[in-house]
């Protein structure tokens, strides 16, 4: 059994470890055979009984999958260390393999066959344990990512919310990185004091209320005071960090009360420190804003060479309630809560990012308003530690470029409710949770991604289609995985110790565990596809061998590329190919390698015309 290590909340590591002869020995205890009615029941005491350390994220999963396991006629539990789970040898695809014969009309062994009784029990047995009902009522996404995406049968109802087409525009001091300063109001901040030079302030002891639009160069240090906006002007207001220390312990240090719109420009070759204390104190029972170290309620651009330390010890780093524009700034943020926030957009353009966070590493979300709660990453470089979800977005998440890295402990790496949409870009992602989810759907048109998970690699609870990229999930509950799963191109490695690729029907309904950790997704429609139309994909499984290479609830179709399964040296259920429907092949190549370094072609003679209802019957 391999440690499973996880991030606590003061971001130290956590060694997880469940005892593998004690659940073998509980199980055997319960004499194996239990009822279906008594299933929770020994879940509940397993988990309960054996935990090295508090229940974490997906320790808790492992467990129900292990019991799950031992309702298969085998009663031993076989997990293989993580450290055996190696990427495909990219090597050998691309030639090394020995040259392949065609077969036809013969077994291999169940490598293809259609699915059994047995999975569906133990599939419905998961989903009773696992399963979270959504609450939101959804409107239909309709995708128009790829002209193949169509042929894709998509059988998915509703989903949660639109897709929204994200269209960024910069006003020009949004990208003013240095601001002509001659005419600007200088503000001193001197430890208790604080000095002015100009007209459009008012001070009241260490508080600074800004009453005008205008620019104003802040520099110094204010050991407890404040730094407000507000006012009704319709010009913006720009703040001019030029090293600056602020401190305040029981409220924002920058608190933009009311403005058209604030932008804050770090001067060159500064750095500034922003930092809150852990208790707010608030007008009255009623109010609970502002609730970050630098908060505002209107439009928010933060620019400039300069840099930015946010240190929010009471809630989140940096909150926008309207636009959050991130531009040409180094920016680390240290949040107890989430990092940045920015609830009706949030764009990032040629901004260095680091985030620790105790909840999500950047956040928008509007949930009210359709044309809103987006995210757009147009460049940069990103860095993100979070407890919980890396980057997510309420409606749509657009990435058009950028180096991004991204662990969280218990959430996901990328996620949109509506759409996520990938154009190019770095990402190594290491996630408890999937590394890239949507509720809707996902279109990945390039980028190189280097993704280990121990829940999906890409799930999209609609339509997953993949253009183009170098995509490589190093470990992976399953690798991809929507209602239909469409390949046009780019180079995919998966190593899976589930599916490699799963076509599953129905709205994903996985949810936060009891515990705050995650549940994996279950679909509960028995229909989804999975379409291959180019690019060269290579499927390991990991593990015992318990999944499937690809998996599709209705339909696979091949029509292009080069797609390579390869068998698990040991199995217990584990098929290459696993189809509910139908298998068709028109193009492409399909290959089988075997555990000896062999490989079979399939060919669609071969899968329509084997006994078994047109696929292979399972293995034993």
């Not at 467990?63 to 396991?69: E, G, N, V, W």
């Not at 940069?380 to 969280?408: F, V």
């Not at 068998?567 to 492409?588: E, L, N, V």
């Amino acid at each position: 059994m391999s440690t499973k290590v996880t991030q606590s909340a003061d971001g130290q590591s956590q060694n997880n470890l469940v005892d593998k002869s004690l659940v073998e020995k509980v199980w055997h205890d319960l004499n194996e055979e239990v009822p279906q009615e008594q299933v929770h029941r020994v879940v509940a005491e397993i988990a309960l009984k054996y935990l090295d350390a508090p229940v974490q994220a997906f320790v808790p999963i492992l467990i129900h999958r292990q019991a799950m396991d031992q309702l298969r006629p085998s009663p031993k539990i076989k997990k293989t260390p993580a450290t055996d789970l190696v990427p495909a040898n990219k090597g050998q695809r691309q030639g090394n393999l020995p040259t392949a014969e065609p077969v036809k009309n013969k077994h291999i062994n169940g490598l293809i066959k259609m699915k059994k009784l047995s999975r569906l029990l133990h599939l419905s047995i998961l989903m009773t344990l696992l399963a979270a009902c959504s609450g939101t009522v959804a409107e239909t996404v309709t995708s128009t990512s790829s002209s193949s995406t169509s042929a894709a049968t998509s059988v998915v109802d509703e989903v949660v919310a639109t897709a929204v087409p994200i269209d960024v525009s910069y006003d020009s001091e949004d990208l003013e990185t240095v601001v002509d300063n001659s005419a600007a109001t200088t503000i001193s901040l001197e430890g208790d004091a604080v000095s002015v030079a100009g007209e459009g302030v008012v001070v009241n002891g260490s508080s600074v209320t800004i009453t005008s639009a205008g620019t104003y160069t802040l520099s110094g240090t204010l050991n407890n005071g404040q730094i407000i906006v507000e006012t009704a002007d319709a010009d913006p207001v720009v703040l001019i960090l030029n090293g600056v220390d602020i401190t305040y312990a029981t409220s924002a240090p920058i608190f933009v009360s009311n403005a058209e719109k604030v932008v804050i420009t770090l001067a060159e070759g500064t750095e500034n420190v922003v930092t809150d204390g852990s208790a707010y104190i608030f007008a009255d029972a009623e109010t609970d804003e502002p609730n970050a170290a630098i908060f505002s309620k209107d439009d928010l651009t933060i620019n400039g060479s300069g840099s930015l330390i946010v240190n929010a010890n009471y809630n989140n780093g940096i909150t926008s309630k309207d636009d959050l524009k991130i531009i040409s700034s180094n920016i680390t943020v240290n949040a107890v809560n989430d990092g940045i926030k920015g609830r009706d957009s949030i764009a990032v353009k040629d901004a260095t990012i680091t985030i620790n966070a105790g909840g999500d590493g950047m956040q928008a979300n509007n949930d009210e308003d359709a044309e809103k709660g987006y995210i757009a990453i147009e460049s940069g470089t990103i860095t993100i530690n979070a407890t919980e979800d890396g980057i997510q977005a309420e409606t749509s998440l657009q990435i058009s470029s950028g180096d991004i890295t991204i662990t969280t402990a218990s959430g996901k790496g990328l996620k949109a409710v509506a759409d996520l949409q990938v154009n190019g870009g770095t990402f190594t992602i290491t996630s408890a949770d999937d590394a890239l989810h949507s509720n809707g759907t996902m279109t990945i048109n390039g980028g190189n991604f280097t993704l280990a998970t121990s829940d999906d690699g890409m799930h999209a609870d609609e339509i997953l289609t993949i253009n183009d990229g170098t995509i490589a999930i190093l470990t992976s509950y399953e690798g991809l995985e929507a209602t239909s799963v469409v390949v046009n191109g780019g180079t995919i490695d998966i190593v899976a110790s589930d599916d490699g690729i799963n076509g599953a029907g129905g709205n994903d309904s996985s949810a936060s565990a009891a515990n705050g950790g995650f549940q994996r997704d279950n679909f509960s429609s028995s229909q989804g596809s999975i379409t291959i139309n180019g690019g060269t994909i290579t499927i390991a499984a990991a593990g015992s061998g318990n999944g499937d290479g690809l998996d599709a609830n209705g339909t696979i179709t091949v029509t292009g590329g080069d797609t390579i399964v390869k068998t698990p040296a040991s199995y217990r259920d584990y098929s290459d190919i696993d189809y509910d429907t139908s298998f068709s092949m028109t193009g492409g190549r399909v290959r089988i390698l075997s555990a000896n370094g062999t490989y079979t072609e399939v060919t669609d003679s071969y899968v329509s015309q084997g006994p078994g209802g047109g696929g292979r019957p399972g293995r034993p």
